[in-house]
């Protein structure tokens, strides 16, 4: 996905079991996508959202996080760690291959295929004003409201 794509048409579960479109919520908007609930890095990066999300409320923009995880599972992951941010679930994988976050990864030298940590920014119009791939969590989530701030007229 290249600056200037518009947002795919893909549909996530929310928590309480809804399906919806992507492109039917608000924009400005975040997506961030990351691997496991309650894994460290994860966590860390929930929470850094989490953290902000009045500061992009404020402003305006949604921050949405996507993982694989079922609707349960970041429930308990939320509720574990006092998360206020949006998590999603894509139950299908057509979400993470729209985007394009489906990979191949390597550990300890076996392949496999998983989510890559990658956030998205999306423009009052639903274009892709920014994005971030491979993902390193420390001051990622201050940077991404940084480039939102940087999106809204003053």
Same mark, same amino acid.
């Given at each position: 996905m290249n600056? @200037?794509?518009m947002i795919p048409d #893909?549909? #996530?579960?929310?928590?309480? @079991?809804?399906v919806v479109? $992507?492109?039917?919520?608000?924009r400005p908007l975040v997506v961030y996508f990351y691997p496991k609930d309650d894994t460290a890095g994860c966590t860390r990066e929930a929470q850094d959202f989490s953290a902000l999300e009045s500061a992009f409320a404020e402003i305006g923009v949604g921050v949405l996080g996507v993982s694989k995880d079922g609707p349960a599972a970041h429930a308990k992951f939320s509720a574990k760690h006092g $998360?206020?941010?949006?998590?999603?679930?894509?139950?299908?994988g057509t979400v993470c291959e729209g985007f394009g976050v489906w990979v191949e990864k390597a550990m300890y030298g076996r392949k496999y295929m998983g989510i890559e940590r990658a956030t998205f920014l999306f423009d009052a119009d639903g274009r892709l004003a920014t994005s971030w791939r491979k993902v390193r969590v420390p001051g990622h989530a201050e940077a991404v409201l940084a480039a939102a701030k940087a999106l809204i007229p003053r």
């Open positions: 600056d @200037g794509a #893909v549909a #996530v579960t929310m928590p309480d @079991g809804t479109a $992507l492109t039917t919520l608000a $998360l206020t941010v949006s998590l999603a679930t894509d139950v299908d």
